[in-house]
């Protein structure tokens, strides 16, 4: 995964933060992260075991573009991807756990909200972007 596919999810994450707290600024609305949060670490653990199920089928599969994929050297690159996107998932899950936790001492840190929100898109956008290349990999 090159730098450019890496920092694309980040950037967007943070326009989108951005145009959500200029939103909810003009409009005098409170963010009420907390449900939002509750759902993503329900919806990135099962996306932690797929992208884990993942690793077994890449290394199973076989059709042209695997063997293409393989002899060119570039298994390296997608499993170097795929660490990465599970790497992600695994600091979203922790993050949001320790957001909770730590929820009452944070509450005068409003920042930190947006932040989560920033982490929490940015590892959606990379997810979704792994599992679109994983699908053009393994159906013809």
């Not at 600091?91 to 929490?120: A, Q, W």
Request: hydrophobic share 55%; aromatic share 16%.
């Amino acid at each position: 995964m090159t730098t450019i596919q890496k920092i694309i999810p980040i950037l967007l994450g943070i326009l989108i933060s951005l145009g959500i707290w200029f939103f909810c600024r003009d409009m005098s609305i409170n963010l009420n992260l907390n449900k939002f949060l509750e759902l993503s670490i329900t919806v990135f653990s099962i996306l932690l075991g797929f992208l884990f199920t993942v690793t077994t089928i890449l290394h199973s599969v076989k059709n042209d573009r695997m063997e293409f994929i393989k002899k060119s050297g570039g298994m390296a690159s997608v499993n170097s991807s795929l660490r990465y996107v599970i790497n992600y998932s695994l600091i979203v899950i922790f993050s949001t756990i320790f957001y909770f936790l730590l929820e009452e001492f944070l509450v005068c840190f409003s920042f930190v909200k947006y932040f989560l929100l920033v982490i929490h898109i940015s590892a959606a956008i990379h997810c979704f972007l792994f599992v679109k290349i994983f699908f053009r990999i393994i159906l013809q």
